[in-house]
């Protein structure tokens, strides 16, 4: 029997805000705002969400990814779609329940073959991956052929972020070396980035947006410098600082055309909070 092969993300890889046209089935968290749920990008949009947050300080938002039953019946769809096989990309597995939540869900479904892939990463990086694989589907390519694919755009992108508040990602637990932020050191502006193993973790710390903004853009310079890499820029409702980071990397590169931008989604900006901007770079091959 011919394999029908189904390509299935998280909202994490903020994919909503890119334009496509393959059918890729999502699943998607749930933001949590008080006493409101909103399921991520279909409820509510980056800036709607960002906005909020603005406006009232007291809102402290906390996700939840999407329960398991609902993971179940997007399978069981796909079975009635006459899909035999799915591969799953979600967020790296250190920094949500997605990826366990996949396997659970699939050890359900009878007659779909899932194979679930540990992105490490998250946002633009996740969705290339998506899309990519996606790609590769329609050109006859089989899973192991797509891994491989995966696996080089993994090992070979960077991201690198500048954060306006800890106060989120320590609250929600998403920092893995939160140790030394306590009290007072809150106020410190670090640059994060994301280890080899999916985690978020402190690069540098340093005083100041503005500052944590600059020292974001010098290691991208000094870990591109002779490399040809696709930068991207990622952002949760913070235009100034994107605008800023074009500049900069147009005035550094004057051959530089497209440069790939994106809004954190809501279910990951839950975590880095309002401001947050990141600055990656992918490999070419």
Not at 23 to 43: A, C, P, Q
Not at 103 to 122: R, Y
Request: net charge negative; aromatic share 10%; proline share 4%.
């Amino acid at each position: 029997m011919d394999k029908k092969i189904a390509i299935i993300t998280c909202s994490n890889a903020c994919l909503d805000y890119i334009d496509h046209d393959h059918d890729i089935k999502v699943f998607r968290s749930i933001i949590h705002l008080g006493e409101e749920n909103f399921v991520d990008y279909t409820d509510i949009s980056a800036d709607d969400f960002y906005k909020r947050l603005e406006e009232d300080k007291s809102i402290f938002p906390s996700t939840s990814y999407m329960p398991i039953g609902q993971m179940m019946e997007i399978y069981e769809d796909l079975v009635k779609e006459g899909y035999t096989d799915a591969l799953v990309i979600p967020i790296s597995k250190e920094m949500s329940g997605i990826y366990n939540a996949s396997i659970m869900a699939a050890n359900e479904v009878e007659g779909l073959n899932v194979t679930v892939f540990n992105s490490k990463t998250v946002a633009y990086p996740e969705a290339k991956m998506v899309l990519l694989a996606a790609d590769m589907v329609k050109e006859g390519k089989d899973i192991p052929e797509i891994i491989k694919e995966l696996e080089y755009i993994r090992d070979n992108h960077k991201i690198y972020f500048a954060v306006n508040t800890l106060a989120y990602l320590v609250k929600n637990g998403r920092l893995s070396n939160a140790s030394g932020f306590i009290g007072g050191a809150l106020k410190i502006k670090p640059v994060l980035t994301i280890s080899d193993e999916g985690k978020v973790e402190t690069y540098e710390k340093i005083r100041t947006f503005k500052k944590a903004v600059n020292r974001v853009l010098e290691i991208y310079f000094n870990e591109t410098k002779g490399l040809d890499v696709e930068p991207f820029i990622i952002h949760a409702n913070n235009e100034e600082t994107k605008e800023y980071l074009i500049g900069a990397l147009k005035d550094h590169n004057p051959e530089l055309k497209d440069i790939i931008t994106m809004p954190l989604t809501a279910g990951v900006g839950a975590h880095s909070g309002p401001k947050t901007v990141a600055l990656g770079y992918y490999i070419k091959k």
